[in-house]
């Protein structure tokens, strides 16, 4: 396909094209569940306005968009976006050209978007011939770590890729009884993986103290629980969403959320007890092996590990860094690092921006107040 071949009209889904739209975006070749319906209706309780966009082609692409107060207008996010589904990364910035020019018409101000195209691909000089300029990341990691699959990969060859001391926390996690309970709506097809016995609200209410502490080690916030929890079960509902939880007995030790998209299982959030580290040191190994056995038998071209890059560091961890043993926990599964191009955005209306900009800024200011006077 070339270039220009991916130009071309766009429409709003209607009623009857919604139910297909997770496999024009999710179910896909690199697909992502930030392109999913269950992410836009979840971001739209909490007062994003989403848009499902057609090119005549039959690809799809999420706007999740927010509103100015006061002045009109609005910001674009299409997170995750355009889903780089074709090999040539000419097409994917073509097609986001071709939806930031439909959004402008329909009165959006500034588009953002940070799809994972490597940035060897050249993809970065591609947005910027367009009007695109880097910014800041909005996700967490600009950068991930993946382990390839695919075809004549099998437990045997992956284990075998994993280095010396991981196999051996791995074999002694197994032997001390540590047991690796699966959430997910789907039969995992894993003999190590078990089905559990409570809803999954409830684990994963209980993975999100888990990792509050995580993140509180690392240098990380988080959310609030109201936003979390509620997104991670719909999810699960949808079967976009699989929670790997270590136990001893009736002792959680560490869990691990994972994202199904676009032939591949991806490392979201994983947390663990430090206060069991001692007693179970091979408790987050086991669970990522169960992942990796999980996306083997399910096919999967990857399993993609996440990042460990932060803000102010988009490059590998370096020894004295927070994200430093996370880095080198991934690399001792045989991951590689995969650099992405980044977030980007082309600003369309630069008095509209700056109005809203301003606007919103206000309105935060206002609840402040508001919010210590009552």
């Known amino acids: 396909m070339s270039p220009t071949a991916a130009i071309l009209g766009i429409h709003e889904a209607s009623t009857e094209e919604l139910p297909g739209w997770d496999g024009r ?38 706007s999740l968009e927010r509103p100015w107060p006061l002045v009109g207008g609005a910001s674009s996010y299409l997170m995750r976006g355009p889903i780089p589904a074709d090999d040539d990364p000419a097409v994917t910035a ?33 947005l910027a011939a367009r009007g695109f300029a880097p910014i800041e990341e909005i996700q967490p990691s600009r950068h991930r770590m993946t382990i390839p699959l695919g075809e004549g990969v099998d437990d045997a060859t992956a284990f075998a890729r994993i280095a ?34 409570e ?11 888990l990792l509050l502490a995580t993140g509180d080690r690392r240098g990380f916030a988080f959310g609030p629980r ?3 929890v509620p997104w991670w079960v719909d999810a699960h509902a949808d079967a976009l969403l699989v929670y790997l939880e270590a136990r001893v007995e009736d002792e959680p030790l560490a869990g691990l ?26 408790a987050l190994h086991l669970l990522r092996w169960r992942a990796i056995q999980l996306a083997i038998a399910e096919g999967c071209e990857e399993m993609d590990l996440g990042g460990v890059d932060v803000a ?3 490059r590998p961890p370096v020894e004295g860094e927070p994200m430093y043993g996370l880095y080198q926990h991934k690399l001792s599964f045989g991951a590689t690092w995969v650099e992405l191009s980044g977030a980007h955005e082309r600003v369309v209306d ?19 107040i508001l919010g210590r006077q009552t």
């Open 94 to 126: 073509a097609r986001l050209a071709a939806v930031t020019d439909e959004l402008a018409r329909r009165g959006v101000d500034v588009v953002a978007s940070d799809a994972e195209v490597p940035a060897g691909t050249g993809y970065p000089a591609l």
């Open 312 to 314: 102010g560091a988009r």
């Open 164 to 197: 010396r001391q991981t196999r051996q926390r791995i074999r002694g996690a197994e032997r001390d009884g540590v047991a690796v309970v699966g959430h997910d709506v789907l039969e995992p097809g894993v003999s190590g993986i078990l089905r559990p016995s």
């Open 350 to 368: 630069p008095i509209g921006y700056r109005a809203g900009r301003v606007a919103a800024a206000a309105r935060r200011v206002t609840r402040r």
């Open 199 to 209: 809803p999954p609200g409830v684990a994963l209410d209980r993975f999100y103290d």
């Open 226 to 228: 109201r936003e979390f």
């Open 25 to 62: 975006t999710v179910v896909r070749r690199r697909g992502h569940v930030y392109q999913s319906r269950a992410w836009a209706a979840h971001l739209a309780r909490s007062g994003w306005r989403p848009r499902f966009l057609i090119f005549d082609d039959g690809f799809g692409v999420l």
């Open 257 to 282: 959320v994972l994202y199904r998209h676009g032939g591949r299982l991806s490392t979201v959030h994983s947390a663990d007890r430090v206060e069991t580290r001692r007693r179970h040191p091979g």
